[in-house]
C-alpha cells in the first residue's frame, strides 16, 4: 500500500491524503502505471505554490510516514509522533 499525500508547506498540516493499492489481478506495471496518473491529476489539483505533493510508497498512514521521514513533522509536534491538534484526512 501507498499514501498519496499533501502537505501546506507554510502551516506543514497535511490537508489531503489518498490510499493507493494494487487491484486485484492488476499487474505491477499497470499499478505503476495508474499511480503515477493519479499522482498528477493530484498534482494539478492542488497546484498552488504553498502545497507539496509527497508520495509514502510503503507507507499505511501518515503517522508511519512521519516516524519514516521526520523532516516533514510539525514544529508542533509531540515527542511520541502525535499530531498536536491536527485533523488528517483519510
Do not use: C
Request: net charge negative; aromatic share 8%; no cysteine.
Amino acid at each position: 500500500m501507498d499514501l498519496l499525500m499533501v502537505r501546506d508547506r507554510n502551516t506543514g498540516r497535511f490537508v489531503y491524503t489518498e490510499r493507493m493499492e494494487r487491484r486485484v489481478g492488476e499487474t505491477p506495471w499497470g499499478y505503476a502505471r495508474r499511480s503515477v496518473r493519479r499522482e498528477g491529476h493530484i498534482r494539478t489539483r492542488f497546484a498552488e505554490d504553498t502545497l507539496e505533493v509527497i508520495v509514502g510508497w510503503g507507507t499505511d498512514s501518515v503517522e508511519e510516514f512521519l516516524r519514516e521521514h521526520p523532516e516533514y513533522r510539525r514544529r508542533d509536534m509531540l515527542g511520541d509522533g502525535q499530531l498536536e491538534g491536527d485533523m488528517v484526512d483519510q
